[in-house]
């Protein structure tokens, strides 16, 4: 299947600095790519829908000053979580389509996990 | 009411056990369903879609009933390799995916 990698794998930061996530499609274009949010023991939640070449679509209740994503190319999204707090705290997985394949599925990065102390 | 609801378990069975659990979900307009797979701090793998009919992929079937607005997930002969979190997802439209809070299963030898 599709390769999606994530970096870093993990971080830790100290509350009030900026963290910045990369996501790429490996071996495939990805036109469109989904940043999901995920705490303890609960489901994934979309944050986002990134789109190249164009501005993101934020889900109801995210914060898109605080959420910052950039899709710059065809193989990479980046989400900055900007002035970072406690509560920010959790497991970033982002998603992508592998779009010239036609198939549904989406293929996840390994995901981020972000201590914010 | 949650977009995806499942039992969060934990299914404690034996190796060899048949295992089955279902989830829910609101949107009556759903069109796909699938059930991921996510081992513990690791990232989903789809398990397998759901078709209307019902499919079957080796020791796993899925089924699908429209009128409750239910899916199941069943596990036959299970492996101790099958212990993870088994999420519900649903394609909202758009391929934007909404996903349960998961069902753990754990075998144990």
């Known amino acids: 299947g599709a390769v999606v990698s994530q970096h870093p794998s993990w971080v830790i930061c100290k509350s009030g600095t900026s963290v910045k996530i990369e996501c790429r499609s490996l071996?495939?274009?990805?036109?469109?790519m989904f940043w999901y949010r995920q705490f303890p023991k609960q489901s994934l939640m979309l944050m986002a829908t990134?789109?190249?070449?164009?501005?993101?679509?934020?889900e109801q209740g995210v914060e898109k000053d605080k959420f910052l994503i950039n899709h710059a190319s065809l193989t990479l999204s980046t989400l900055t979580v900007t002035s970072a707090h406690p509560e920010d705290s959790s497991f970033y997985i982002c998603?992508?389509?592998?779009?010239?394949?036609?198939?549904?599925?989406?293929?996840f990065g390994p995901g981020t996990r972000l201590t914010v102390l | 009411r949650k977009e995806v609801e499942q039992d969060p378990g934990p299914f404690n069975v034996p190796e060899g056990a048949t295992v089955a659990f279902n989830c829910t979900y609101s949107?009556?307009?759903?069109?796909?369903f699938f059930w991921y797979r996510q081992d513990c701090r690791k990232e989903p793998k789809l398990l397998m879609s759901?078709?209307?009919s019902g499919n079957e992929d080796g020791r796993f079937t899925a089924q699908l009933n429209r009128a409750s607005q239910y899916i199941s997930l069943l596990i036959r002969d299970s492996k101790l390799s099958d212990s993870a979190t088994y999420l519900c997802?649903?394609?909202?439209?758009?391929?934007?995916?909404?996903f349960g809070a998961g069902t753990t299963v754990t075998v144990r030898a």
């Open positions: 998603s992508a389509r592998d779009l010239p394949s036609g198939r549904d599925e989406q293929f």
């Open positions: 071996d495939f274009q990805a036109t469109t």
């Open positions: 990134s789109n190249e070449g164009s501005k993101a679509t934020y």
């Open positions: 949107n009556s307009a759903s069109q796909s």
């Open positions: 759901v078709y209307s």
């Open positions: 997802v649903v394609w909202r439209g758009d391929y934007k995916l909404s």
